[in-house]
């Protein structure tokens, strides 16, 4: 699996279902969260380099600038993380 830079390394990987992981380019892993629920959806956005995931409760927002990754509660299933 490659990453976004074309690296051998995932630039996200979901381990198990609820659990994701943010590599670097040099297969270092930066951070890694998880959700209550198993995941439904993953979205990258190459241009602001963030990354948003979600479930069925709740959807996660990551970019390079955060520490940590904003969550939040959803009242219906998370379907889709792309955005327009």
Known sequence: MSGASGSRCPAALLSP???IIIWTSKCEG??????NDSIQSLAYNPVTQQLASATQSDFGLWSP????????KV???GQSAAGE
């Open 65 to 72: 600038e955060q520490k940590s990754v904003q969550k939040f």
């Open 17 to 19: 279902l609820q659990t």
């Open 75 to 77: 009242a219906a299933k």
């Open 30 to 35: 930066i951070l890694k969260y998880s959700h």
